[in-house]
């Protein structure tokens, strides 16, 4: 029974020495790509939907805890590119396009620490940068509106430790931008903008 004793506790001590190893701040830059859906309301009670698909890459940072085999943890990060997609406007002389340019996000994470791997669920608040475009398709002539969308943003992740300094994870992310108003050639429309991204990025942490 001692022997039993002593290897669970070395066994434990190891697994938390391990999720240790987490602790700290760090830096670093991640890849994403993915697809969102646009959804113009236009004033003249029409609608149009675009569908968007692109990639993103960005700079990110934050903070790990491991109080007893627990990964606690906040992260922000601030991404460019570009998801895009569009289609025929309710009046077929016109495209109706929209890009989604930027995000920021701000998010907390929390999971069991599995040694120096852990798996988390996170959830935060998100902000997008989104332009809107509508093109004569005769004239060629364009209008366009960026506006800043914010909402809310979650998913699930896993992230580890590949050596003392270097941490990876990969992460799903579901956002939702919420709906704020674009005007072009004059007509106003509210645009509601969702996104679905998959992501993945590696750290520098400090200590």
């Not at 606690?72 to 569009?86: C, K, T, W, Y």
Request: glycine share 16%.
């Amino acid at each position: 029974m001692m022997r039993i004793a002593l290897l669970l506790a070395l066994l434990c001590g190891t697994t938390l020495a391990g999720a240790q190893g987490l602790t700290g701040p760090y830096v670093g830059g991640y890849l994403a790509g993915g697809s969102a859906d646009a959804h113009w309301d236009i004033s003249s009670g029409t609608k149009v939907d675009n569908s968007l698909s692109g990639a993103l890459v960005g700079v990110q940072g934050g903070y790990n805890w491991n109080p007893r085999g627990l990964l606690l943890g906040v992260q922000a990060d601030l991404g460019v590119g570009n998801l895009s997609g569009s289609s025929r406007c309710p009046n077929p002389a016109f495209e109706c396009k929209t890009e989604l340019l930027s995000m920021l996000t701000i998010r907390g994470r929390v999971g069991p620490a599995f040694g120096n791997v852990a798996p988390y669920v996170t959830a935060g608040i998100a902000s997008a940068g989104i332009t809107t475009t509508v093109t004569n398709s005769a004239t060629g002539s364009k209008d366009d509106d960026l506006q800043g969308h914010a909402g809310w943003i979650a998913g699930i992740g896993i992230t580890g430790l590949a050596s003392r300094h270097i941490t990876w994870q990969a992460e799903y992310l579901r956002a939702d931008f919420g709906s704020e108003e674009h005007v072009m050639f004059g007509v106003s429309q509210k645009v509601k903008v969702t996104a679905d991204l998959f992501r993945v990025g590696v750290h520098y942490k400090f200590f």
